[in-house]
Every structure is written in structure tokens, then in C-alpha cells.
């Protein structure tokens, strides 16, 4: 075996640029690998994290129709404050509900003012939410009952208004308006179409009543169900009871929309991994053609050391001498352009990555890296025992007499 081993370096040291070039195959092909499958969990794991930002038992209500040309958003104004009291009166699978209006307005403090979304909520809407006040508290239910003149303010706007500092007790003042800051949320970062940071939240009957003058007339409810097994029953409940009151009949188009986010995670979720496995298999045909690329040029170091291996054969070398030489030149490249790759995908995928696309997310697993150095190390077994078969089946007098 050492032997063998041995004379397999000496075989490979004698081209080493030919060598080289035949494990390119395997680096790209294990590199590529590495980096894909780190792109695809990456990109599940983010798109993971945004919808359980927003909360994995959460529906969404809002004003809109369905029809065969697609969903025509906010073309009616249907959700009103009575549609929120109805379903905490009739849908059992509910546990919160939060009634919104929201609007563009101008807010200032001092000599410093910004043009940010005014966002009127009900007291419930932190929790549903999954929001994290970091200074003072929410507003409560009486401020919503009592249309006071409280705000929270989300992270942008504080920074916007105040830059640092405890805010609490502080005025805003917003559409003529002197708003009361009662509480700052914690940074939440920008996802979607909306930056939630950059919000100024208020109790949705204040912002009905007193900035937007719109009779009840919300822009969303949000609501949480008691369960996630209970989500689909919660949302057939609340589409039962907005038909019920919009006097919505079997046969026509809903005038609200719903939106589930457990579905859309779970659809997210199986598209991702389609994604992953879709990624991953290219970088495997990758691997392949390397593995073939590793083939080729054994057969080609078969032909040229044809004199040699009839030599070695006539000293008193047998057909598995010569097999397993040829076989551990083919799994060294393997393996050898096995580790290189490794460490090209993992430094590519830390540091490439990073400064080529700051937006893309990746997660690095121990999993895949295994897998594709012990994958490169059968592409190498696979296509380096034909050659190394062909080199020991030779007959000695007809490798002697080649030129």
C-alpha cells in the first residue's frame, strides 16, 4: 500500500502543472458546493427570520379584491373599528386583534422635523407584532378608549426627532397636534416595503379622530390566533364574520383581503428548498465533470506510461500493484482538490460573498462541507478505477514493444 502510494507522488510530481489543472474540476466543484448550499440555508434562514418577525401566528386584513386579473389593493375602503369589535366578539380562534390607520404626516420636536408614517394602532399591537419597546411602555386600552395624545415612537423617528436620550414625557407635535411620547420601540431594521423603524405609532382612535378625520375607516387589522394549529380555523372565522357585515354573498368577490402568515412561511420555506436543492445539484454536475476532467487525463497517463507499466509488470509488479497505483493517483487529485476546494468555498463564502453582495445572507454549515469532500472523494474512486483497470489488464510484451 505505502508502496503503491509512493509511486503514485512520483507519477503526479512528474506533471505537476497537468495534475494541477486536472483537480480545478474539483476545487470549482466542491467550492461551488460549499457556496451554494451556504446561499440557499442563508436565504431560507433570512426569509425565516422576517416572517417570525411578523409573527408566526398572525393574520393580516385588508381592504381589497380578488379577481381573475389578480388583487387589486386598497381600490375600497370596507374595514372599519365595528368589523375589529365583531371579531373579538365572534371568533373564538382569535386571541388579539389589533384595528390600524396609518398616514404620511409631518412631526416635529423642537427645531427638528421629519415627514415620517403616522401608524395608529390598538393597544394589542406590540405583542402581536413581536415589537420590543426600549424606552417607557405602549400605550394602553384606556388611551385607545380615551383617544389620548400619546406616541410611541419607532427607532428611525426617534433618531430623526431627538438623536439620543431619554425621550419619555417629551412632545411631538404632530397636525396641530401635542402628542405625549410614552414609550420608544428597539430598532427593528428595514424589511419589506415599509421601514417599520420610521414610524411615529399612536392609539388608532386618536389617529382616526384627531389627524386623519377618516369616520373609522382603517387601513389593516392585525390579528394573532390562539394557536398555530388554529390558524387556518381563525382565519375561516374572521372571513365568515367581515362576509357576514359586509353582507358579502357566496357567489361574489370578497372586498377584504387575508393573509396568512404561517402559509406564506410554509410556501417560503418549500420554495427555498427547492431553491437549495436546485443550486445544489448544479454544483454536483460541477463535480461530475471535474470527475471526469480526472478520467481523461488518467487515460492519457495510461497511454503515455504504457512502456513503464509493462516494465514494472516484468519485473514482478501484479495487476493490483498497478491498479492500486493509478487508482491513488486518481483519488489524491480527488481528494487533494477536495481540501483546496474546502478551503476556497469556505473563505469565498465568509469573505468573497460579504464584499462582492453585503445584501445576500449565508449560513455556513459543517454539513455540506463534509459531504462535498467525501462526495470528491468518490468522484475520484468512480472515474479513476477505469483507467487504473485499463493500465493493470495491459499484457506485458505488447506495453514493452509501445514507442
Excluded at 365572534?90 to 390600524?100: A, F, L, M, T
Excluded at 397636525?175 to 399612536?202: L, M, P, T
Excluded at 386623519?212 to 375561516?236: C, P, V, Y
Excluded at 412561511?265 to 448544479?282: G, H, K, P, T, V
Amino acid at each position: 500500500m505505502w508502496v503503491g502510494f509512493v509511486a503514485a507522488l512520483r507519477g503526479l510530481a512528474a506533471n505537476k502543472l497537468r495534475s494541477f489543472l486536472t483537480m480545478l474540476g474539483v476545487i470549482f466543484g466542491v467550492a461551488a458546493v460549499i457556496v451554494a448550499v451556504a446561499l440557499g440555508q442563508g436565504s431560507r434562514d433570512a426569509s425565516l427570520k422576517r416572517f417570525q418577525r411578523f409573527g408566526t401566528r398572525t393574520l393580516t386584513v385588508i381592504p381589497g379584491r380578488q379577481n381573475k386579473s389578480g388583487i387589486s389593493f386598497g381600490t375600497v375602503s370596507t374595514l372599519k373599528l365595528d368589523d375589529a369589535k365583531a371579531i373579538t366578539r365572534g371568533c373564538p380562534s382569535v386571541r388579539r386583534i389589533s384595528p390600524e390607520r396609518s398616514g404620511f404626516l409631518q412631526a416635529k420636536s423642537g427645531n427638528k422635523n421629519t415627514n415620517t408614517q403616522i401608524y395608529g394602532s390598538g393597544a394589542d399591537f406590540p405583542k402581536i407584532r413581536n415589537f420590543e419597546v426600549v424606552q417607557g411602555a405602549y400605550f394602553t386600552e384606556s388611551d385607545v378608549r380615551s383617544k389620548r395624545f400619546v406616541c410611541v415612537l419607532g427607532w428611525q423617528a426617534f433618531k430623526d426627532l431627538f438623536d439620543r436620550g431619554n425621550v419619555i414625557g417629551q412632545k411631538v407635535y404632530i397636525k396641530g397636534q401635542n402628542f405625549k411620547i410614552v414609550g420608544v420601540f428597539k430598532e427593528r431594521g428595514s424589511g419589506g416595503f415599509q421601514n417599520e423603524d420610521d414610524r411615529i405609532y399612536v392609539p388608532v382612535t386618536s389617529a382616526l379622530h384627531r389627524l386623519f378625520g377618516s369616520d373609522n375607516i382603517l387601513s389593516t387589522l392585525s390579528i394573532e390566533g390562539r394557536s398555530e394549529a388554529l390558524m387556518q380555523k381563525a382565519q375561516e372565522e374572521v372571513t365568515n364574520v367581515l362576509k357576514k357585515r359586509h353582507k358579502i354573498g357566496s357567489n361574489k368577490a370578497n372586498d377584504f383581503i387575508i393573509f396568512n402568515n404561517q402559509v406564506a412561511m410554509q410556501n417560503n420555506a418549500e420554495q427555498a428548498a427547492d431553491f437549495e436543492q436546485l443550486i445544489s445539484w448544479l454544483a454536483a454536475v460541477a463535480l461530475i465533470v471535474g470527475g471526469i476532467g480526472i478520467m481523461n487525463i488518467m487515460l492519457v497517463s495510461v497511454t503515455e506510461r504504457t512502456r513503464e507499466i509493462g516494465i514494472r509488470k516484468a519485473i514482478g509488479a501484479k495487476r493490483w500493484n498497478i491498479l492500486l497505483q493509478f487508482l491513488l493517483e486518481a483519488v489524491f487529485l480527488s481528494l487533494t482538490g477536495g481540501v483546496i476546494g474546502v478551503i476556497s468555498g469556505v473563505l469565498f463564502t465568509l469573505y468573497g460573498l460579504p464584499a462582492l453582495k453585503p445584501s445576500w445572507e449565508t449560513t455556513l454549515t459543517v454539513a455540506p462541507i463534509m459531504v462535498s469532500f467525501g462526495f470528491s472523494a468518490l468522484v475520484g474512486i468512480f472515474f479513476g478505477y477505469y483507467p487504473a483497470f485499463k493500465a493493470s489488464k495491459l499484457d506485458p510484451i505488447q506495453a514493452l514493444r509501445y514507442e
